[in-house]
């Protein structure tokens, strides 16, 4: 597999808390961008255990941890790479910028290059 991360593409071994706050990152950038959970920062394919719960949880955690609404601007997948299950998170492009978290852990305004913190 030869997937490395970049402007546009982010690398998790696993369903972290911080989901949100990449997420957030991409929807205010001008490209959006592509999650893959399963895959190490170097690009090893270490695969999820319970991708069916995992996705649930993802859409789930998007549809209510981020606003204006996200509907429609997010598509959640599972892959097989290297016969292990991959998730991969597709985000567009936001046109109701900036997004921002609705809880205490993800209450910052993010852009790619930048944390905008609303005091």
Do not use: W
Request: include cysteine; glycine fraction near 8%; proline fraction near 2%.
């Amino acid at each position: 597999m030869s997937i490395k991360e970049n402007t546009r593409i982010e690398l998790k071994q696993e369903l972290t808390k911080d989901l949100e706050q990449e997420a957030i990152a991409f929807l205010n950038y001008h490209e959006g961008g592509v999650i893959y959970v399963g895959i190490d920062k170097y690009g090893t394919v270490v695969g999820v255990q319970d991708a069916d719960s995992d996705m649930l949880k993802i859409k789930d955690r998007l549809k209510n941890n981020i606003m204006p609404s996200v509907m429609g601007l997010f598509d959640v997948v599972s892959e097989k790479h290297e016969g292990k299950d991959v998730i991969k998170i597709t985000l567009a492009s936001g046109l109701e910028k900036p997004y921002y978290g609705t809880n205490i852990l993800t209450s910052c305004s993010y852009s790619h290059s930048f944390a905008f913190v609303s005091i």
